[in-house]
């Protein structure tokens, strides 16, 4: 059981950094969107894909900067947003797998290293929320301790 | 509920999730080795298609479009004549054909011909060559090209489909390479097939 005075300050350093990539790879996803959409500032594309791939881009940064929103939460209340770790350690899960699984269908080779390397860096990701993350706790003394540290 | 009980499952949960990320580690660390390129040539079929230093047997095969291309086509400079089973449910296939495209890409002093058999020639196969926009002739062995050299195998629901093998050739058809397995999953580095043509590694 969490203690009343601990203040998870491990896991918010890793809650911080991963928002901080969610924001930032959402960004970019959008930008890019915007830039071959509407503006066309940049000289070359930023992805190599077409205008769907560019949609779906959008669409993926827009949830990363979502999901990047709800870990500052889990920064700020780690004990009262602990599903919100839960749920980081399952995307990344998922993730890993669909890195290992893009790496064995082959049309990947050109980036094997790369995906072989992120899935097991997503792993390991997954593996600190894991364990750093607080449990989900109904007493209300630890979720006011906790707000009381964010504060 | 009690603390013991309420902290169990949690445990529970913890250990099961760190075994799953534990496994995909694993397999992270392993599945380098799972399929790769390699320097040595085999021949796994010494009986099977032209010798090195033979003349290829000519041929005229459909590719993906229609189009009728025959080997006297090709000729005029070295040229890779790439067997492979399928570009649908052959993984490592669809890595080996992309390596060598990479490798290859741009070059206009060597041809690539990347030979599936009619069977093998699926809807899929045939996105996979449209979508990675690889510089070579995809051609479609309707005529038994593949039976004639002895390197068809039966496939997936006794449809015959080719070995992985490679045929490097000079300008004048002359085989100069020759490199047959058996297991798709290990396939010949693009550089020895680079150097086999005679050319400089840099177009």
């Given at each position: 059981m969490p203690s009343p005075t601990r203040s998870y300050l491990a896991y918010r350093l890793l809650a911080a950094t991963a928002a901080g990539v969610c924001f930032l790879v959402g960004l970019v996803c959008v930008v890019a969107f915007f830039d071959r959409a509407l503006?066309?500032?940049?000289?070359?594309?930023?992805?190599?894909?077409d205008y769907w791939g560019y949609y779906v881009l959008a669409f993926a940064g827009s949830a990363l900067v979502a999901w990047g929103g709800c870990l500052v939460a889990a920064v700020r209340d780690p004990v009262g947003a602990s599903g919100v770790g839960t749920a980081t350690a399952a995307a990344l899960v998922l993730a890993s797998i669909l890195r290992l699984l893009a790496w064995y269908s082959g049309e990947y080779r050109l980036a094997a290293d790369q995906l072989r390397v992120e899935a097991g860096v997503l792993a390991i990701v997954a593996l600190g929320f894991v364990w750093l993350k607080p449990p989900r706790l109904d007493d209300p003394r630890v979720v006011e301790r906790s707000r009381e540290d964010a504060a | 509920m009690t603390e013991t009980t309420a902290a169990r499952p949690l445990v529970a949960g913890k250990i099961g999730a760190t075994l799953l990320c534990c496994y995909l580690l694993a397999v992270a660390v392993r599945i380098g080795g799972c399929y790769r390129a390699e320097a040595g040539v085999r021949?796994?079929?010494?009986?099977?298609g032209p010798r090195v230093g033979e003349t290829f047997p000519t041929f005229t095969l459909p590719d993906l479009s229609g189009t009728r291309i025959a080997l006297g086509d090709l000729a005029g400079h070295p040229a890779v004549l790439l067997f492979v089973?399928?570009?649908?449910?052959s993984a490592p296939t669809k890595a080996r054909v992309l390596d060598l495209a990479d490798a290859?890409?741009?070059?206009?002093d060597v041809t690539l011909a990347v030979i599936l058999t009619a069977g093998a020639a699926t809807p899929r196969s045939r996105r996979f060559a449209r979508e990675h926009a690889i510089p070579a002739y995809f051609l479609v062995?309707?005529?038994g090209l593949t039976e004639q050299l002895g390197i068809g195998v039966p496939g997936p629901e006794n449809a015959p489909v080719a070995l992985p093998a490679t045929f490097v050739l000079d300008a004048a058809g002359r085989v100069v390479l020759r490199d047959v397995r058996r297991d798709p999953r290990v396939w010949l580095e693009p550089s020895v097939i680079l150097a086999a043509t005679g050319l400089s590694p840099h177009s």
């Open positions: 503006f066309q500032l940049f000289a070359r594309p930023l992805f190599a894909t | 021949d796994e079929r010494p009986d099977a089973p399928s570009l649908d449910w290859f890409g741009g070059r206009r062995d309707a005529a």
